[in-house]
Nanobody
Framework: QVQLVESGGGLVQAGGSLRLSCAASGRTFYGNNMGWYRQAPGEQRELVAS??????TNYVDSVKGRFTIARTNANTVYLQMNSLKLEDTAVYYC?????????WGQGTQVTVSS
């Protein structure tokens, strides 16, 4: 089992910044992919950003140029969110994938106010 601990959500005004962190522990493996998904009320969960073990990144178009995903070590990833918009409001979930296994964090609320 892999446990994911998220931190860094909260309330911020539009145009502000937040940084989310996710640390994986337990039976972690090299070669994992980590990322952040989000889900707004009434919406489906969507991929925001992901990073492979090699450091290759992928972003949803709506956050390109504003969000940055990076690893601080093999099992810790952060999401730097700048120029936040009202539509970024959602619960953000950390994801850890290795092989056919997927693990999810408990979610952290990000609320952007006007």
């Amino acid at each position: 089992q892999v446990q994911l601990v998220e931190s860094g959500g909260g309330l911020v005004q539009a145009g502000g910044s937040l940084r989310l962190s996710c640390a994986a522990s337990g039976r972690t493996f090299y070669g994992n992919n980590m990322g952040w998904y989000r889900q707004a009320p009434g919406e489906q969960r969507e991929l925001v950003a992901s990073i492979t073990s090699r450091g290759d990144t992928n972003y949803v178009d709506s956050v390109k140029g504003r969000f940055t995903i990076a690893r601080t070590n093999a099992n810790t990833v952060y999401l730097q969110m700048n120029s936040l918009k009202l539509e970024d409001t959602a619960v953000y979930y950390c994801h850890y994938g290795v092989g056919s296994w997927d693990y999810w964090g408990q979610g952290t609320q990000v609320t952007v106010s006007s």
